[in-house]
């Protein structure tokens, strides 16, 4: 019986094969969304193996060679590298591998799991087409070739131009049988060396092999892969840890350089939690309720990951206790007559910013943990509330409250070295973030009830910039370094929206670039870029979804808490008091944190914290 022709969906379908083997997700979700938007469905996609697009290419080749070999009247005829179908380069694959045979390098062309395999099973490779010289050898033996031409067309459903040549001498022995490094189906390598395209059951005998194991799923709402993986499986039955009792998670850390160590704090608790993939989360409790009246403030890990400060408030003072990787305190730092509402660790060394405030006056105070003195150095005094701080380097830190922003500088203590004023009396400074634009040092401030944005250190303002209260903002991390970048700035808000901005300093603009949303009537309650800004998550009161940062558009992964939809529909069964039924529960403030590889999320909602766990090149996102 004859092969049915070649058509583009039979192509586009192996080629979406190819993308999701090889965990180039992506890219073959817009092949997907153009062509067809339920590949699988197709009727031979059952039948359709592993490693098949690589298979037919290569035994292409074999047929371009075969063709090279013959003349016109199909006498065998010595090859030339000029006639290689990859020109007369030979592609040394040992060679080209780098100091890393973990990876692919940025020049290098990925290697299918099935040329890997063929190449250390000591098959030496020619520089034609890729399969063994004795292969090359075998096909110098054939003298005669057959090609069948078919009408080329352009067209979904209608043949395309393939050249075909018959095999007259082929290897005899009997296939070779060997593991599938992608998706352990079992593979057969022919005599030719290919492999899944030698022996087939008979057409009355063949069964539909087992579906392929994705990268992605289908249809309109998609999870997308990231290359390389930078979110996590976002399912429901991810690891719960119920750590607060009655409070309320209002903060979750992840250890630095080590994605198994999570943090969880509340006002009442801390707890460190250790997470295996084998059994379940060790708990450490650090600071627990005991009815003592010890309030925890401020929680924050030193940049090695070596010691978590934990701040705490009793009888009118702040306190601050180091603890170790293993909940077991090392260190007492000395105390303050004020409650210690913020620690910053300095991104790389030894110091830490402690701020004490009340409702009138602040204190900012260095404290060099390589030092340990026997108290804190002479603070810097604001007659203000510090709501928040941000270090720009090693050397200078910026601090905003009420009306005002604080340029500090940071040496052996810290000193205030310049104030910016607003001017608006009804306008207090939320949020501060600060960055390097070459060699001007940038600080983004964020007024949460106005939404307002102001770079003080270039008098730049914008107003209005949400229709809701602004509940965070942060600039898209730049690990590089790389000059003349331009400042992106993510801001959440309580209008159901994410946005993403350009910073011109130059031109003095701000431009909107994306209008990202979790859905209607889900406020933002927290935002965060993954450390390399390659993804950006943002959490409701019970969902987060994750966008790629520089596409914007659809999300690529979206969750749900578990019981939401139960929850939901009991809600609308229930009549209603005053327009809400009795049981709502209070909107509070959410906690969302990545790991430092970017490949885990920790996301405080009511008493629990979930971690959701990373994925590899072959996991796949839900929706």
Not at 222 to 240: F, N
Not at 367 to 381: C, V
Request: hydrophobic share 35%; proline share 7%; charged share 20%.
């Amino acid at each position: 019986m004859a092969q049915p022709d070649l058509t583009s969906h039979h192509v586009n379908y192996l080629i979406w094969r190819y993308l999701q083997e090889s965990g180039h997700g992506e890219a073959a979700v817009t092949l997907q969304r153009a062509w067809n938007h339920d590949p699988q469905s197709l009727p031979f996609a059952p039948y359709i193996r592993t490693h098949a697009l690589v298979s037919l290419v290569q035994k292409g080749l074999q047929y371009h060679e075969l063709e090279q070999s013959l003349d016109k009247e199909g006498n065998s005829v010595p090859s030339s590298p000029s006639n290689y179908f990859f020109g007369p380069v030979s592609f040394d694959l040992e060679t080209r591998k780098g100091p890393s045979d973990a990876g692919v390098s940025a020049n290098q062309p990925p290697v299918s799991p099935t040329t890997a395999k063929v190449a250390r099973d000591g098959v030496e490779m020619n520089g034609m087409n890729g399969h063994s010289t004795t292969e090359a050898a075998a096909l110098q033996n054939v003298n005669k070739s057959h090609r069948s031409d078919h009408a080329e067309t352009n067209g979904d459903e209608v043949s395309m131009d393939m050249d075909t040549t018959t095999n007259g001498t082929t290897d005899e022995s009997k296939p070779h049988i060997t593991e599938s490094s992608s998706l352990g189906e079992t593979a057969t390598i022919d005599g030719d060396g290919d492999v899944n395209m030698g022996i087939r059951p008979t057409l009355h005998d063949q069964e539909p092999t087992a579906a392929p194991t994705f990268t992605l799923t289908t249809g309109h709402s998609v999870g997308v892969q990231i290359t390389p993986a930078k979110a996590a499986d976002l399912s429901p039955d991810t690891t719960i840890l119920d750590v607060a009792g009655d409070d309320h998670v209002t903060r979750t850390l992840w250890r630095p350089q080590d994605p198994t160590v999570v943090v969880a704090a509340g006002d009442t608790f801390c707890s460190l939690y250790k997470l295996s993939s084998t059994s379940p989360p060790v708990q450490e409790k650090i600071i627990e309720n005991k009815g003592d009246n010890v309030w925890v403030s401020a929680v924050a890990w030193d940049p090695r990951g070596q010691k978590l400060a934990v701040a705490t408030y009793n009888d009118m003072r702040g306190s601050i206790t180091m603890y170790d990787v293993d909940g077991k305190a090392v260190d007492l730092l000395p105390e303050v007559p004020r409650m210690i509402s913020s620690l910053k660790w300095a991104d790389s060394g030894s110091q830490l910013i402690v701020v004490a405030s009340d409702s009138k006056i602040s204190e900012l105070v260095l404290w060099d943990d390589s030092l340990r003195p026997e108290e804190f150095p002479p603070p810097q005094i604001v007659d203000d509330s510090i709501l928040d701080v941000s270090w720009l380097g090693n050397t200078q830190a910026f601090a905003c409250g009420g009306m005002s922003v604080y340029q500090c500088d940071v040496e052996s203590s810290i000193h205030l070295s310049k104030t910016f004023t607003a001017g608006d009396l009804e306008q207090p400074w939320t949020f501060i973030r600060c960055a390097n634009a070459g060699a001007t040092p940038v600080a983004v401030a964020a007024s949460s009830s106005s939404a307002s944005f102001w770079i003080p250190t270039h008098d730049l303002r914008m107003d209005n910039a949400h229709e809701g209260h602004v509940t965070a903002i942060q600039l898209k991390p730049n690990p590089s370094e790389q000059p003349n970048q331009p400042l992106v700035l993510a801001s959440s808000s309580t209008d159901d929206t994410v946005k993403l901005w350009h910073i011109d300093i130059e031109s003095r603009k701000f431009d909107c670039i994306h209008c990202l949303s979790l859905g209607p009537s889900l406020p933002v309650l927290a935002s965060c870029f993954s450390p390399d800004g390659y993804a950006l998550a943002a959490a409701s009161k019970d969902a987060l979804s994750i966008w790629n940062a520089q596409r914007g558009g659809t999300a690529m992964a979206t969750w749900k808490s578990p019981g939401v939809e139960k929850k939901e529909s009991e809600e609308k069964k229930s009549p209603t008091l005053n327009g809400h039924n009795g049981s709502l529960e209070d909107v509070q403030d959410r906690s969302l944190t990545w790991d430092a590889d970017g490949k885990r999320l920790a996301f405080g909602f009511g008493s629990q914290v979930y971690p959701l766990s990373p994925i590899s090149r072959s996991d796949f996102l839900k929706n």
